[in-house]
């Protein structure tokens, strides 16, 4: 027979998803009211946000740093072209290949943004942390999303 588990051994304080899962919620309301602001939809952000880093990349290799299924991506870029905010082509090289770059108009639009959403960020759910907290906050969870990378659920 399987073993009894007792409320104390597993408390929701210890919860890692249930903690996540409020930390997320947290985070969102604010977070979408910055984006708001600049007439960006949640389901864009990410990939602006990793355009900015990594500009003129593949469609396939944008979904998978955003952690997102194939057709998501499809209507993230939609939205994100007629906005002006990127740029779609096929390669040069491989047809099959679709590159995605942002335009100078998605450029400028992450160069206001982004210091904005590190503040509400700040506000919303990292005002109590130390520097070296938050550091080592982010150290954590780069860890927690490799491990997902590597297992292959995302």
Request: aromatic share 6%.
């Amino acid at each position: 027979p399987a073993a009894r588990v007792t409320k104390r051994e597993y408390p929701a304080s210890e919860s890692i998803g249930l903690l996540m899962r409020i930390a997320l919620f947290g985070l969102r309301a604010s977070f979408k009211a910055q984006l708001a602001k600049h007439g960006v939809p949640w389901s864009a952000y990410y990939y602006l946000r990793v355009l900015w880093e990594t500009d003129a990349i593949t469609q396939r290799e944008l979904t998978e740093r955003v952690g997102v299924m194939q057709p998501n991506t499809v209507s993230a870029l939609q939205t994100m072209r007629r906005a002006g905010w990127v740029t779609v082509v096929r390669g040069d090289k491989d047809r099959r290949q679709i590159l995605v770059t942002l335009t100078p108009k998605g450029r400028t639009l992450m160069q206001r943004m982004l210091p904005e959403i590190r503040a509400a960020v700040r506000s919303a759910i990292l005002e109590n942390f130390s520097v070296r907290e938050e550091k080592e906050l982010r150290r954590l969870l780069n860890k927690i999303c490799d491990t997902v990378r590597q297992n292959g659920t995302l």
